[in-house]
């Protein structure tokens, strides 16, 4: 479907995730759109703007056009995205995004939204996969949802890195082990009214239940969330600059070789809404 609202062409890329957005430079960084932007954001989750060029200035000013407070990370705004270690001193533990995760499930107040640009890319691998967690929790049968309404969930960082190093040494556990974890609601029910699943890679278990029934119904709702009805898979341009509602969505990056090269640039809107 594709809808004009002002000088934006919007045009969806799925039925229930993932949009594009046409419009010139000068309309982002004035911000004049933004609240048309920010809307079709909280209804579709991810949105992208293609062949503009784009620099970490002018990343981190649209930003600002769409949220309250842009985290201080990195430099200036910008933290990048490398497997490479000179680049990133924290590149092995970036490795963890490669699994289903929503960012800051151990913060009281979990990112609003990211910014994404491609800077390099990799010549195989490295599409980003993006999943609607609100429409994935809509499409529970009623049962479920009476089954979960009210269930809680231990997310860890510890739990995150099983997944990248499944025989992890004494030390490396007692490591991950200083991080605090938090106790989370599974379903999240939004100020707006809306409600979300959370699971993914932090999450541990769920409180109350048996060690085998907890796993089992994490995996089983994080397969539901993941179908590829509610999935969009991003095929990167260099200069892409990607938005995903870190509130509304999951997200992983599907492997690429770690010499690659492949460089990201990142901007994070403060999150809005508490998680408790």
């Not at 997310?155 to 082990?177: D, G, K, L, N």
């Not at 029934?213 to 089983?220: F, N």
């Not at 690429?256 to 999150?271: F, K, N, Q, V």
Request: aromatic letters at 10%; hydrophobic letters at 35%.
């Amino acid at each position: 479907m594709t809808v004009f609202s002002d000088q934006l062409e919007i045009i969806d890329q799925t039925p229930r995730i993932g949009s594009e957005i046409r419009t010139d430079l000068e309309t982002l960084l004035r911000g004049s759109a933004a609240e048309t932007i920010r809307a079709t954001l909280e209804r579709r989750g991810v949105i992208f703007f293609r062949g503009l060029t784009i620099g970490d200035e002018q990343q981190v000013a649209i930003a600002r056009t769409l949220g309250n407070t842009v985290e201080s990370e990195g430099e200036e705004g910008i933290y990048k995205i490398s497997l490479d270690q000179g680049v990133n001193q924290r590149a092995q533990y970036l490795k963890g995004s490669m699994y289903w995760h929503f960012d800051g499930s151990l913060q009281p107040y979990p990112n609003l939204a990211a910014v994404l640009r491609a800077v390099k890319l990799s010549d195989t691998g490295g599409q980003t996969e993006f999943c609607n967690t609100y429409a994935a929790y809509e499409d529970l049968p009623q049962s479920d949802k009476d089954a979960i309404a009210d269930l809680r969930v231990v997310h860890s960082a510890e739990r995150s890195q099983y997944y990248v190093s499944p025989e992890m040494s004494f030390e490396e556990i007692t490591f991950w082990q200083q991080s605090p974890t938090k106790v989370c609601p599974l379903v999240w029910t939004h100020r707006s009214g809306r409600k979300s699943l959370l699971a993914g890679a932090t999450a541990d278990y769920v409180v109350g239940l048996p060690v085998e029934k907890s796993r089992a119904l994490l995996a089983r709702l994080r397969d539901w969330a993941t179908q590829p009805g509610y999935v969009y898979r991003h095929d990167w341009q260099p200069g892409d600059l990607l938005i995903w509602s870190n509130t509304g969505t999951m997200h992983r990056v599907l492997p690429y070789p770690e010499d690659s090269g492949r460089l990201m640039h990142r901007t994070i809107l403060a999150g809005e809404e508490a998680l408790t």
